[in-house]
């Protein structure tokens, strides 16, 4: 039962009658899904994504609320840019958008930017998501000034002088197509260092779109010390595909971090299984088509996710018993929502009403042409899933209606 935007006790007496009754019969019904990691490319990249379009495919894939990435053009480096975004999210009227401030300013890496200006205009945390931050003085001042915030730092891990042109993971697969790789010290060796630091300031700490057997055993030990302040996320590309997959010079399968070995998938997938791994994000990137044809070498890094992780997810880790449906869950929608310190991602009793009905029994084909989002860069177009989204309610709202089961 829904009233005032919140989820009502069972068998309570409403103020008034309900607008509308769902059959939501042989379907899972579970809090709307948050997604810490998203990229809407507005302002400046609207060939790639909009805002409008972009909530679309949140809704349509299962999510309620959304933090944005600040590597736009202007970089979202001040409170005003902030403002921009959630009042053009806020007009569409449909997934709940979270802009995420810019570490430094311009995202250059030599001046914090306005931290708490942001913070005060409604940011819920910061990233330099895109790269990271090398000089390491000027983000461990950045992980000071979160902590006395109360908002987490979410780290995209990538040692910018160990890439050197590398496209895909370093292996002997992708040696033997002649494409440059990128070893996994490239992340792990910043990660390390992101853990001192959260360890020194007593930031929150979240690691996104991590890929490495090395990060699935630092986060073992985080786990074992029991440092509740640094958590990690896992993409769904990540625990499903690896270097192997790529067949051929086919630009959809370029992503940053890359796809590594079964050794580095197996790992994350241990690591999701034992919880070392909290949370399952996205890293939603569209690019326009031109930017996605023709070869790897030349091709932008990135792939989009928001309309197909859930079925993803569903298929690839509850329909195989790695993890139990409430397991993932827990990993979309509460234990993000923890990280931000939120009241969403349940269905608890005077909880706002975020929600979604999901058919998991129905197997169906994902096709690109049908995404709301205006890329198409994914290299699951084709691929049998289950896990179809009928209905996603955002404060009590029907904000996405499966039309194809009517």
Known sequence: FIEDGKIAKRGKKLKCKAERVIDAAGSYVMPGFIDLHVHLRDPGYEEKETIASGVRAAAKGGYTTILAMPNTKPVVDNADVVSYVHKKAESEGLTRVLQVGAVTKGQQGEELADIKGMVQAGSPAISEDGKSVMRTDLYREAMKIAAECKIPVLAHCEDIHLVQGGV??????????????????????????????????????HLCHCSTEGVAKMMEIVKEEGLDNITAEVCPHHFILTSDDIKCDDPNYKMNPPLRTKKDVDALIRGLKDGSFKVISTDHAPHAVPEKTGSIRNAA?????????FALSY????????????????????????????????????????????DIDHEYKIDKNEFASKGRNTPFDGWKVKGKVLYTICDGKIIFENQEEK
Do not use: C
């Open 168 to 205: 895909v993971n370093a292996d002997e697969i992708t040696k033997k197509q002649g494409l440059a790789g990128i070893t996994n010290s490239v992340e792990d060796v910043i990660i390390a260092r992101d853990i001192i630091l959260a360890k020194e300031t007593g930031a929150r700490l």
């Open 301 to 309: 890094f990135g792939i989009v996710g928001i309309e197909t992780s």
């Open 315 to 358: 298929t690839a880790l509850v329909e195989t018993g790695i993890l139990t449906i409430s397991q993932l869950i827990e990993k979309m929608s509460w234990n993000p929502a923890q990280i931000l310190g939120s009241d969403r991602g349940t269905l608890q009793k005077g909880h706002p009403a975020d929600i979604v009905i999901a």
